[in-house]
């Protein structure tokens, strides 16, 4: 069974939805609860509405007392825009505890069991490999959230780094034939116990849609509802164990005009020891748009922290390196599906790739970023005072064709940059390029004139600007491919 849910997770990631199908057909009637959330996340990707609805009822007949059947429910009956009948299952959805999605019971009882093996002298690696391949099938069934609700990029790629760590062991026990294999099982579990922290980091990054009173926040929010809508989303808040949801009751003060609870909820905000980047984003906007004090600033003008060079003049870059450059990523083709891209986005961080010139652009970009602390040394705001010494680069690349375009959003790095590997040349207006602005999402604008700043691009371009800075691909018209690689750099704690 492991392994079924191992192969249909991996189907599903490489869009080979047609052999999802076929291993399923198999099993005719004996099909799991994990086998219909699989199919209904396929279908939400093809928009089966129909089926959709019918393969979460299916869970929900399997699984009659759990808090993330009825939750699951509601996710796809509020895709219908059966907002109200939504409501009903999130509602009922908190009568239960249980959450078959939840890995932190997994984790931390695969956890005992290696310290109990660890102590034992006489161990059968068969059990020790269904073990790990059990813990493999669960913690992958995981990214059929960001599958078909692919907000959770960063929950994505650390599992997919986790997979890949235990196949590598899976393979060393495949490739032995004796039951009894002391040493390799001894190494096998220290390299675990390596990787522990990895493994409960996986725990805490909650997907919201798991979340029914964020769930129910957003009903609420639809049916403009504010008062409901934000007494959910501090109950979300609360299971959670986060502020996370802060940036979304800010929102709703700033449609009410509530300027007194938005800036009391600023004040606690910039408390918190984690740096907010949609508060940040918000803040920034709403005391611009009511011309009052930023009270919770990144950078003061971050439209004026953009940096953009071309790196195709330095002496280890050329056009030639573009090229393979182009060559490497797109072996990686795992799709992901995302309300932000109207086009392609590769899953995973292109730059834990080994290739040479990937690594080559890598070091490019981190002189760069370095120039971009000097370059604004002289500012006193907590974007430059607290400047990261130590960080760590995530970055993945977005294809767009005509018809493409990226909607507007902010980042969760502390620098987020762009480089650009190709740019049909077009000499007629700026469709295509990045458009960087101090509006946050979609929110109503008070004065007549927005500071925004559109920039034209080419290849070998580089563009760096702070995380907190919306930004957006304008739409894209021309047949030929736009491909650039976006990436965060992110502070190590």
């Given at each position: 069974m492991?392994?079924?849910?191992?192969?249909?997770?991996?189907?599903?990631?490489?869009?080979?939805?047609?052999?999802?199908?076929?291993?399923?057909?198999h099993?005719?009637?004996?099909?799991?609860?994990e086998?219909?959330?699989?199919?209904?996340?396929?279908?939400?990707?093809?928009?089966?509405?129909?089926?959709?609805?019918?393969?979460?009822?299916?869970?929900?007949d399997?699984?009659?007392?759990?808090?993330?059947a009825?939750?699951?429910?509601g996710?796809?009956?509020?895709?219908?825009?059966?907002?109200?009948?939504?409501i009903?299952?999130?509602?009922?959805?908190?009568?239960?505890?249980?959450?078959?999605?939840?890995?932190?019971?997994?984790?931390q009882?695969?956890?005992?069991?290696?310290?109990?093996?660890?102590?034992?002298?006489?161990?059968?690696?068969?059990?020790?490999?269904?073990?790990?391949?059990?813990?493999?099938?669960?913690?992958?069934?995981?990214?059929?959230?960001?599958?078909?609700?692919?907000?959770?990029?960063?929950?994505?790629?650390?599992?997919?780094?986790?997979?890949?760590?235990?196949?590598?062991?899976?393979?060393?026990?495949?490739?032995?034939?004796?039951?009894?294999?002391?040493?390799?099982?001894?190494?096998?579990?220290?390299?675990?116990?390596?990787?522990k922290?990895?493994?409960?980091l996986?725990?805490?990054?909650?997907?919201?849609?798991?979340?029914?009173?964020?769930?129910?926040?957003?009903?609420?929010?639809?049916k403009?509802?504010?008062e409901?809508?934000?007494?959910?989303?501090?109950?979300?808040?609360?299971?959670?164990k986060?502020?996370?949801?802060?940036?979304?009751?800010?929102?709703?003060?700033?449609?009410?005009?509530?300027?007194?609870?938005?800036?009391?909820?600023?004040?606690?905000?910039?408390?918190?020891?984690?740096?907010?980047?949609?508060?940040?984003?918000?803040?920034?906007?709403?005391?611009?748009?009511?011309?009052?004090?930023?009270?919770?600033?990144?950078?003061?003008?971050?439209?004026?922290?953009?940096?953009?060079?071309n790196?195709?003049?330095?002496?280890?870059?050329?056009?030639?390196?573009?090229k393979?450059?182009?060559?490497?990523?797109?072996?990686?083709?795992?799709?992901?599906?995302?309300?932000?891209?109207?086009?392609?986005?590769?899953?995973?961080?292109?730059f834990e790739?080994?290739?040479?010139?990937?690594?080559?652009?890598?070091?490019?970009?981190?002189?760069?970023?370095?120039?971009?602390?000097?370059?604004?040394?002289?500012?006193?705001?907590?974007?430059?005072?607290?400047?990261?010494?130590?960080?760590?680069?995530?970055?993945?690349?977005?294809?767009?064709?005509?018809?493409?375009?990226?909607?507007?959003?902010?980042?969760?790095?502390?620098?987020?940059?762009?480089?650009?590997?190709?740019?049909?040349?077009?000499?007629?207006?700026?469709?295509?390029?990045?458009e960087l602005?101090?509006?946050?999402?979609?929110?109503?604008?008070l004065k007549?004139?927005?500071?925004r700043?559109?920039?034209?691009?080419?290849?070998?371009?580089?563009?760096?600007?702070?995380?907190?800075?919306?930004?957006?691909?304008?739409?894209?018209?021309?047949?030929?491919?736009?491909?650039?690689?976006?990436?965060?750099?992110?502070?190590?704690?």
């Open positions: 492991n392994k079924i849910v191992y192969s249909l997770v991996n189907y599903c990631k490489q869009e080979k939805y047609s052999k999802v199908e076929k291993l399923l057909s099993k005719k009637k004996s099909l799991t609860w086998d219909y959330f699989v199919l209904s996340s396929l279908y939400l990707k093809n928009k089966n509405f129909k089926n959709i609805e019918k393969y979460s009822r299916k869970i929900l399997k699984l009659t007392s759990s808090r993330f009825y939750n699951n429910f996710n796809n009956l509020f895709n219908l825009n059966k907002t109200d009948k939504a009903k299952y999130y509602k009922k959805s908190l009568s239960f505890k249980k959450n078959e999605l939840d890995l932190k019971d997994s984790i009882k695969f956890f005992k069991q290696v310290s109990k093996y660890r102590k034992n002298k006489n161990l059968n690696s068969n059990k020790i490999r269904s073990e790990i391949e059990e813990l493999r099938a669960k913690i992958v069934l995981r990214q059929i959230v960001t599958i078909g609700r692919p907000h959770f990029a960063e929950l994505y790629n650390k599992i997919e780094a986790l997979v890949i760590f235990l196949n590598e062991i899976l393979n060393e026990f495949y490739k032995k034939k004796n039951t009894h294999l002391n040493l390799l099982i001894q190494k096998t579990l220290k390299k675990i116990i390596i990787q922290s990895n493994f409960f996986l725990f805490k990054l909650n997907a919201d849609y798991e979340n029914p009173y964020f769930n129910l926040a957003r009903c609420y929010l639809k403009n509802q504010y409901k809508s934000v007494n959910y989303f501090y109950l979300a808040n609360k299971l959670d986060t502020n996370k949801y802060n940036n979304k009751i800010l929102e709703i003060y700033y449609l009410l005009n509530e300027k007194k609870k938005f800036f009391q909820l600023l004040k606690k905000v910039k408390k918190q020891k984690k740096v907010d980047f949609s508060c940040l984003a918000i803040s920034n906007f709403a005391s611009e748009q009511w011309d009052l004090k930023n009270p919770y600033s990144f950078c003061e003008n971050p439209l004026n922290y953009i940096y953009k060079t790196i195709l003049n330095s002496k280890n870059f050329n056009s030639k390196n573009l393979m450059i182009e060559k490497e990523i797109k072996k990686n083709r795992n799709k992901l599906y995302t309300p932000v891209v109207i086009g392609h986005k590769s899953i995973g961080n292109l790739s080994k290739t040479k010139n990937i690594n080559n652009l890598k070091s490019v970009i981190k002189k760069n970023i370095n120039n971009y602390k000097k370059n604004f040394s002289n500012k006193r705001n907590l974007m430059i005072n607290k400047f990261p010494d130590k960080y760590k680069l995530n970055a993945w690349f977005i294809s767009l064709k005509k018809g493409g375009e990226v909607t507007s959003h902010i980042h969760d790095g502390w620098l987020s940059g762009v480089f650009y590997v190709k740019r049909p040349e077009d000499k007629r207006n700026l469709k295509g390029d990045i602005t101090s509006r946050f999402k979609n929110l109503p604008l007549k004139k927005q500071n700043k559109s920039l034209k691009i080419k290849p070998g371009d580089l563009l760096l600007f702070p995380s907190s800075l919306p930004h957006r691909v304008i739409p894209f018209d021309m047949n030929k491919e736009r491909l650039s690689i976006a990436f965060d750099m992110k502070p190590i704690i």
